[in-house]
């Protein structure tokens, strides 16, 4: 049975960091690309950040480069979101997602396994 654990959530102040882990089990995870994705009360949910199977390559959404990083670790099969300058709008329901495939895309429907989310709040 396949499962992604998303912790690391919690409520900062604008400007602060976080660090957002998710731990996964059940699939080869050398073989797949991880995403980050978001979802905000209201609205869709919105992808984030990717990275491919091997970590050589990452995709971010523009409303985050330069704040927010992706990285893997193969070896322990995590994945994480470090998350520097928070603001007000990056208030969301945080989710890891898992794809059949080693290719970072930015799509929902192109990921496979989806965690349960850590919520983020960030206050002004």
């Known amino acids: 049975q396949v499962q992604l654990v998303e912790s690391g959530g919690g409520s900062v102040q604008a400007g602060g960091s976080l660090r957002l882990s998710c731990a996964t089990s059940?699939?080869?995870?050398?073989?797949?690309?991880m995403g980050w994705f978001r979802q905000a009360p209201g609205k869709g949910r919105e992808f984030v950040a990717g990275?491919?199977?091997?970590?050589?390559?990452?995709l971010y959404a523009d409303s985050v480069k330069g704040r927010f990083t992706i990285s893997r670790d193969n070896a322990k099969t995590t994945a994480q979101l470090q998350m520097n300058s928070l603001k007000p709008e990056d208030t969301a329901v945080y989710y890891c997602?898992?794809?059949?495939?080693?290719?970072?895309?930015?799509?929902?429907?192109?990921?496979?396994?989806w965690g349960q989310g850590t919520q983020v709040t960030v206050s002004s």
């Open positions: 997602a898992a794809r059949w495939y080693p290719t970072v895309v930015s799509t929902p429907a192109d990921y496979d396994y």
């Open positions: 059940g699939l080869t995870f050398i073989s797949r690309a």
């Open positions: 990275i491919s199977s091997g970590g050589r390559n990452t």
